[in-house]
């Protein structure tokens, strides 16, 4: 799918309302709109890449902050890992084979009390 016409860059852009958890130059974080857990949030980057399988070298330096973002930002939603039962999922589906669906890289963070719903 083209740049133009996707949802996550059109939610990044505001175009598409969303509810935003995070915004920076880069990045932007918003609530799935079909929660599967209690805490369900996408990151995306503001540049359009279509899919994991489609990230080389060049990428790396975005996919390393991304996923430093996840950690940060499940800290701030309250779900870090900080010992006992604490913590969180992060998932990258990739294709139709991984069960993506919107075709704008995205790391899913999920967390909560189980159980969670079904994704894909
Ligand atoms: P995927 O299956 O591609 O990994 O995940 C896409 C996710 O985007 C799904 O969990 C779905 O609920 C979410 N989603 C789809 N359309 C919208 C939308 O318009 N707004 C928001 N906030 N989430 C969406
Ligand atoms: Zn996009």
Known sequence: MSHDNCLFCKIASGEIPSTKVHEDEDFVAFKDIHPAAD???????RKHVETLSNCTQSDAPLLGKMMILVARLADELGCAYTGGDTGFRTVINTGPGGGQEVYHLHAHILAGPRPWKRMG
């Open 39 to 45: 805490t369900h949030v996408l990151v995306i980057p």
